[in-house]
């Protein structure tokens, strides 16, 4: 009927040229580029037509706000950014929310050597072409006394590349105890298959003697790997042969060695949450051939993989093809130099946040819990990342009523802040929040709060 037709509000959708070529398009187009806006711009005109033949009045309340709904689709298409989040949940080399931060200052640093050219691959001196890695690598001999070093991409980059370099086609031998899973689907078995090696479990899950591993060497035998359990702990009647008896029978047999000491600390630390785990220097010295571990654990750099060691094994490994494929990008090596010189410099890392200064650290809490009307309550910290123990360091965190509505809030707010929920208030643990972001978290939680009480009042 012709007075339907004049009524169908399809109609009266702009076109897309005359859509955008309006003002508050234009502007999107600033901001977005003509391509994306385009193609956004004919979807929301589509999708309104397709609606319209059964929903008229859908397409009516359109009409009035197409540039913000055109706006909000180009948002969804690009996807959500990655964005700068508060930890407070007292858990420090935290893998979801990107294991350690960096220092402050290196990081404010990086821009400078990543938005123009840099002397990755020369040495300015002859104009002749420099070593990729070579600055890294030197100052990782100078903090560990190693022969020498190789940096890849990660840790798994590192097992994968050692297990093709020895062991393709041939045997390595693992611990019973030590066929861990350390998080993320890093599983030891996957990886030295996916590495072309054929595992050898020796030993019982609880007690692996070094007689077990002489048992099993034989002609087949490509590489001894020893695996630090990280997250994982076995108490109790527990025996684990000791480095030094392994690197004596992998010298006998002429086969290496490789340690996984996974979490990448330098050199031994006195916190009893970390008294126990045997550092990068302290394994070679034990006499590890080689010795791997991670770069952004506690080293508290970026995501690389550090290998340690004597010079004709790393070496082999530098020559392997695959290394091609797993060394680290410009953005890394860039990060890591910056935090190991740091290390050379100054025995300070991000990880001491976690043992603040007691006094201090009380009355920066005070502070924070008077703006926001927390209380303080006794929390445990812990080093995390399925690196160090997972041992609790004993503290204080900010208590506020709210719990699960409120811990959401805020992790959806700006800037998120993550902190977790006891007994149905939520803990913000500050051990894991650089003290210049109070400010930040304060506001952030004022925001939460009417949020949370919003939401709360419309469920
Ligand atoms: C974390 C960890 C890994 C994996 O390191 P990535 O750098 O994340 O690849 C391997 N082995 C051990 C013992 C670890 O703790």
Not at 192 to 217: K, S
């Amino acid at each position: 009927m012709p007075s339907q037709e004049v009524a169908d509000p399809r109609r009266r959708l702009p076109s897309i040229d005359r859509l955008l070529a309006s003002p508050d398009v234009q502007r999107l187009i600033e901001l977005y580029g003509r391509p994306l806006v385009t193609v956004q711009a004919q979807r929301t005109l589509q999708a309104l037509r397709d609606a319209g033949a059964s929903d008229p009045e859908a397409v009516e309340s359109a009409l009035g706000d197409l540039p913000a709904r055109l706006a909000a689709g180009i948002v969804e298409a690009l996807g959500p950014p990655l964005l700068r989040v508060l930890n407070a949940t007292g858990i420090l080399l935290h893998t979801n929310l990107g294991r350690a931060p960096l220092p402050t200052d290196l990081a404010a640093a990086l821009p400078a050597l990543l938005d123009a050219s840099c002397d990755l691959e020369i040495d300015l001196a002859s104009g002749r072409r420099g070593e990729r890695n070579g600055r890294a690598e030197h100052l990782l001999r100078l903090l560990t006394g190693a022969p020498a070093a190789l940096v890849a991409n990660n840790n798994a980059a590192v097992l994968v590349l050692v297990i093709a370099t020895f062991a393709a086609g041939r045997e390595v031998i693992v611990s019973r105890g030590e066929l861990v899973e350390i998080g993320g689907s890093f599983r030891i078995p996957d990886i030295l298959a996916a590495a072309g090696g054929r595992l050898v479990e020796v030993g019982t899950t609880n007690r692996t003697t070094l007689a077990d591993y002489a048992r099993a060497i034989g002609e087949r035998t490509g590489l001894l790997l020893k695996v630090h359990p990280s997250n994982y702990r076995i108490e109790g009647f527990t025996t684990s042969a000791a480095v030094e008896e392994l690197a004596g029978l992998a010298a006998r047999h002429r086969l290496p060695l490789l340690v996984d000491e996974g979490a990448g600390l330098l050199r031994a630390r006195e916190e009893p949450q970390l008294r126990e785990h045997r550092a990068m220097r302290e394994l070679l010295a034990a006499g590890a051939p080689l010795v791997c571990g991670s770069g952004d654990k506690l080293l508290g750099g970026p995501q690389a993989g550090l290998l340690l060691g004597a010079a004709a094994l790393v070496e082999r490994c530098r020559r392997h093809p695959l290394y091609r494929a797993l060394r680290p990008s410009r953005m890394t090596l860039a990060a890591l130099e910056l935090v190991l010189r740091r290390h050379a410099v100054e025995e300070r890392l991000p990880l001491d946040a976690l043992w603040p200064q007691a006094e201090a650290h009380h009355r920066r809490l005070e502070q924070v819990a008077a703006q926001i009307g927390a209380e303080l309550v006794p929390a445990n910290a812990f080093v995390g990342g399925g690196a160090a123990p997972e041992e609790p360091i004993p503290g204080e965190a900010l208590a506020l009523a709210g719990g699960e509505p409120l811990l959401r809030a805020l992790r959806t707010g700006e800037p998120p802040v993550v902190g977790y929920v006891r007994d149905d208030r939520l803990l913000l643990d500050l051990r894991t929040v650089a003290v210049a972001d109070d400010e930040l978290l304060v506001a952030a939680v004022h925001r939460a709060r009417e949020v949370a009480a919003a939401a709360g009042a419309t469920a």
